[in-house]
RNA sequence: GGCCCGUUCGUCUAGGGGUUAGGACGUCAGGUUUUCAUCCUGGUAACAGCGGUUCGAUUCCGCUACGGGCUACCA
C-alpha cells in the first residue's frame, strides 16, 4: 500500500504563528518526505470560524520557506489533491458523517449546552471519569439512539440545532501502532462519543483529519504527542469509513517543553523565556504586541533548522551541523527519541555562530551592508569586507557583526571610565602624545608597519605593549574591545586614527 | 481524578546485561593574546527510587515517585 510513494502533510490550524514545536514538526515531515522521495503537503486545517487569524496562513507559509522547507502542494500552488484548505472542502465532510451514521457508527445528538453541562455535574458526584457523553451516558441523553426515528427527521426537518457523534464501541481494546512508541492500547471504555460535525455545519478537527488524509493518500501521519490521545478514536473512524487497509502510519512526536517551569512551549511564551518561540517576528493582530522571531534576532535560517532538527532527533554519530540536504540523508524516524526536549538557548547561539564562521568575509560584509546603509552611512564593500574579516570570529547573532564592528565606520561617542580607571596610569597621556609624535611620521601606514614602529618606540620608552596598547584603544574604540590594536588603526588609516587619539586624549 | 506517554551530567543527547557510562552546549581552571572575544588544553557533572529476573543490571520486567500530554460542538 505505501510501497510506491511516501505522503506527508503537515497541518496547522491559522489561528496564529507557529511557534519553533510547530517548525520542527513540519521540518521532519520534510526531512522524512525528501528522504524517500514523497510528497510534502501544507493543509490549512482551518474549521474553527471562531478562531481565525487573517494573518496566519501567510506567516506560516512565509516561516517554512525562510527556513527552506518547501512543499509540493499547498493552498498557493495548488495540486492533485486539492484544495489544500478545509474551509474549501467544507461540502465533503458532511457526505462521510453521514454515511457513518447510516452504518450505525455514529447518530445524531441534539443536546444543547445546558443538558450538557447537567449531565457533566450529574456525573461528577459519582465518578469523574465517567463525565463524559459515552456507552454509559448516551442513552440518557437526547439523541438519534433514543429518541424514534420520527423525532429525529422531525426535528432535523425542523432545522434543529444538531452534531453528529461517534458510537465509541462497549468494549473493545483499540491499538494504534506508533512509529516512535510501539504498540499503544487502548480500551474503549476511556473514550467518548466525540462529537464529528458541529452544529455550525463544520467537521470536527477528527473527522476532518481523516478524510483529508484519506482524500490526499497520506501515507504517514508525522504530528505532535499531544495528538496521541486521539489516535485510537482516529483509527476507529478509518475502520468505520472502511479505510483502515489504507490506513496512514503514525509517528507521535515528543513536544518541546519549556526550559523553565512545566508543559509544553506554547504561543503565549512569546519572548519571557529570554529567546523567541516564533520563527519569524510576529504581532498580535489585536494586541499589536510585538514577539520576536529567529529571523530578525539575527539567525541563519540553516542553522535554525540544525537546532530545530536536533531537539528530539539525532544521528548516533558525533556530527552536530547539518546541512538541509544531509538532515535529509540521515533522518530517520527511529532516531526520534520518546521525551520531550528543552531548548537551550546557549546552545542555539553556539550552533548560530558555527553557520556564520562557514560564511565568506563577502558573505558576512552582504549581512552587514544593510546595517550600515540604515543608519546613513556610506562605505566601500572591500572596507565591509576587511572589517569582517577581522571581527569574524566573535560573531555570534548577525547583529553581533555591527556590535563588534560599529568603531570601524564612526568614532566613540564615550569612553569606558571602568576602563580608564583600570589601564589609564599618570604616565599614560605622556606615553600617547610620544606615539602620536611619533605616528605622525610614519610614511606608509599599514599594520606591518606600524608594529615594527611599536617596537622601536616601546623598546625606546621602556614600556610594555600593553602600556600603550590599551590606552590607545579605549581612546580609539571607546571601550577595551575589538581586534588587534594595530589592525584596527592600519584600517581606519593614519588620519582617522591619529584624529581620534587626539580628540580622545581631550576628552577623556 | 481518569487514560496515555515518558525519565542517562544543569541542557541536548550517545550507549546498552559485564563500559574508566561517550559527545556537544554551559560552567570552572589553565594556556595563547596589546583589550574583549575567538581558539587550544584540562576539570566538573548523569543512569529517579525500590523490588524482581540474572553469575552480573544503568540496560529486561514490575511497582513507586516525578515529569508531560489528553480529558471542548479547539486544533
Known amino acids: ?28 515531515n520534510y526531512l522524512f518526505a525528501r528522504k524517500y522521495g514523497g510528497k510534502f503537503i501544507l493543509r490549512i486545517e482551518d474549521t474553527d470560524q471562531n478562531r481565525q487569524v487573517a494573518t496566519a496562513e501567510e506567516y506560516i507559509m512565509e516561516s517554512l520557506d525562510w527556513c527552506g522547507i518547501l512543499f509540493d502542494e499547498d493552498p498557493r500552488k495548488g495540486g492533485p489533491y486539492g484544495p489544500y484548505r478545509q474551509s474549501e472542502r467544507k461540502e465533503i465532510y458532511g457526505h462521510y458523517a453521514l454515511q457513518l451514521v447510516r452504518n450505525k457508527f455514529a447518530y445524531y445528538a441534539f443536546d444543547t449546552e445546558e443538558e450538557l453541562e447537567q449531565m457533566r455535574q450529574r456525573l461528577k458526584i459519582s465518578d469523574p471519569a465517567f463525565a463524559q ?46 512509529l516512535i512508541r510501539g504498540e499503544v492500547v487502548v480500551h474503549s471504555h476511556n473514550l467518548d462519543d466525540k462529537v464529528l460535525f458541529k452544529s455550525d455545519g463544520w467537521p470536527t478537527y477528527h473527522l476532518a483529519n481523516i478524510v483529508d488524509d484519506h482524500l490526499m493518500k497520506i501515507t504517514h501521519v508525522i504530528r505532535g504527542e499531544e495528538w496521541l490521545p486521539s489516535a485510537p478514536l482516529h483509527v476507529l473512524l478509518y475502520r468505520y469509513m472502511g479505510w483502515e487497509a489504507e490506513m496512514p502510519e503514525f509517528a507521535h512526536l515528543p513536544l518541546l517543553l519549556k526550559p523553565d517551569g512545566n508543559g509544553k512551549l506554547s504561543k503565549r511564551d512569546g519572548d519571557r523565556l529570554g529567546f523567541p518561540v516564533f520563527p519569524l517576528q510576529w504581532t498580535g493582530p489585536d494586541t499589536q504586541e510585538v514577539s520576536s522571531g529567529y529571523r530578525e534576532t539575527g ?51 553556539w550552533f548560530n555562530h558555527q553557520y556564520l564562521k562557514l560564511k565568506t568575509d563577502e558573505e558576512l560584509a552582504g549581512l552587514l551592508s544593510p546595517t550600515i546603509e540604515n543608519r546613513g552611512l556610506k562605505f566601500n564593500f572591500n572596507y565591509i569586507v576587511t572589517v569582517c574579516a577581522l571581527i569574524r570570529d566573535r560573531v555570534y547573532l548577525i547583529p553581533d557583526l555591527w556590535n563588534n564592528s560599529w568603531f570601524f565606520f564612526i568614532p566613540p561617542s564615550a569612553y569606558s571610565q571602568q576602563v ?3 589601564i589609564w596610569k599618570p604616565e599614560t597621556p605622556g606615553l600617547v602624545k610620544a606615539f602620536l609624535e611619533e605616528a605622525g611620521k610614519l610614511v606608509e601606514w599599514n599594520k606591518d608597519n606600524l608594529h615594527a614602529m611599536l617596537e622601536v618606540f616601546l623598546s625606546g620608552h621602556n614600556a610594555k605593549m600593553g602600556q600603550l596598547m590599551n590606552p590607545l584603544r579605549l581612546l580609539v574604540v571607546g571601550d577595551n574591545q575589538g581586534p588587534g590594536m594595530t589592525d584596527i588603526a592600519g584600517i581606519l588609516g593614519k588620519e582617522e586614527t591619529l584624529r581620534r587619539i587626539r580628540v580622545g586624549l581631550e576628552r577623556i
Not at 506527508?8 to 507557529?18: D, I, K
Not at 556530527?319 to 528543552?342: A, P, V, W
Open 1 to 28: 500500500m505505501k510501497d510506491s510513494m511516501i505522503r506527508v502533510r503537515f497541518a496547522p490550524s491559522p489561528t496564529g504563528p507557529l511557534h519553533i514545536g510547530g517548525v520542527r514538526t513540519a521540518l521532519y
Open 420 to 422: 580608564k580607571q583600570k
Open 299 to 349: 539567525y541563519l535560517p540553516e542553522a535554525f533548522i540544525n537546532i530545530l532538527a536536533f531537539l528530539g532527533w539525532n544521528p548516533g554519530t558525533e556530527q552536530e551541523l547539518f546541512s538541509l540536504n544531509e538532515l535529509i540523508d540521515q533522518f530517520s524516524l527511529e532516531r526520534i527519541g520518546k521525551h520531550g526536549s528543552k531548548f537551550d538557548p546557549d546552545k542555539a547561539k
Open 133 to 178: 457523553y459515552g456507552p454509559a451516558t448516551r442513552l440518557e441523553m437526547k439523541n438519534s439512539l433514543t429518541l424514534t426515528e420520527n423525532e429525529v427527521q422531525q426535528r432535523l426537518k425542523d432545522g434543529e440545532p444538531f452534531v453528529i457523534r461517534i458510537k465509541i464501541p462497549e468494549n473493545e481494546e483499540i491499538i494504534v501502532n506508533d
